[in-house]
C-alpha cells in the first residue's frame, strides 16, 4: 500500500503522486500539498499556526487559544508584567510638577547671525519678481 504524507504547512494529507518536496542543505525534508503552501512557508516565512486555513489554526482555536498564537510575543510579555504589578493605591501617588529647564546663555556666533539677519530687509509675501526690461527690435 501506497505511505500517505502529510503537507509540512496546512497539515493536510497530500495525495499520491501530487504535492512537491523540498530538500535543505542540512537535509531536513519539507513535503508541500501546494504552492500555496511551499510559498507561505518558505517565501513568505509565515507561520503556520498563525494563518487562518491551516490545520494548525484550526486545533489552537478549538482549544480556545487563538488570540494567543496570533499575538506577538512582546504583547505577551507585557501582560504577563502588568499582572505581577501590585496596584498602588490612589493616595501613594503624588502630582507631578512641571520642571523649569535652566536659561543657557548663547555663544557669541548665533548673537552675530541673529544680528545680521535683522539688518537685511525681508521680502514680504505677494511681493513680485521685477519685470525684466524688453529689447528693442531694429
Known amino acids: 500500500m501506497v505511505e500517505r504524507k502529510v503537507c509540512s504547512f496546512c497539515g493536510r494529507e497530500i495525495e499520491p503522486g501530487t504535492g512537491s518536496l523540498f530538500i535543505r542543505k542540512d537535509g531536513s525534508t519539507f513535503q508541500y500539498c501546494s504552492s500555496k503552501c511551499r ?7 509565515r507561520v503556520p499556526r498563525r494563518v487562518r486555513w491551516t490545520q494548525q489554526y484550526a486545533s489552537l482555536k478549538a482549544a480556545g487559544k487563538s488570540k494567543e ?3 506577538p510575543a512582546k504583547d505577551k510579555e507585557k501582560a504577563l508584567v502588568e499582572e505581577k504589578k501590585p496596584a498602588e493605591p490612589a493616595s501613594a501617588k503624588e502630582p507631578e510638577k512641571p ?3 535652566p536659561a543657557q546663555p548663547k555663544p557669541a556666533a548665533q548673537k552675530e547671525k541673529a544680528a545680521s539677519k535683522a539688518e537685511k530687509p525681508e521680502a514680504t509675501e505677494g511681493a513680485k519678481p521685477k519685470a525684466k526690461p524688453k529689447r ?3
Open 69 to 71: 498564537a496570533r499575538a
Open 136 to 138: 528693442k527690435e531694429g
Open 39 to 45: 510559498k507561505n512557508s518558505l517565501h513568505l516565512g
Open 99 to 101: 520642571k523649569a529647564r
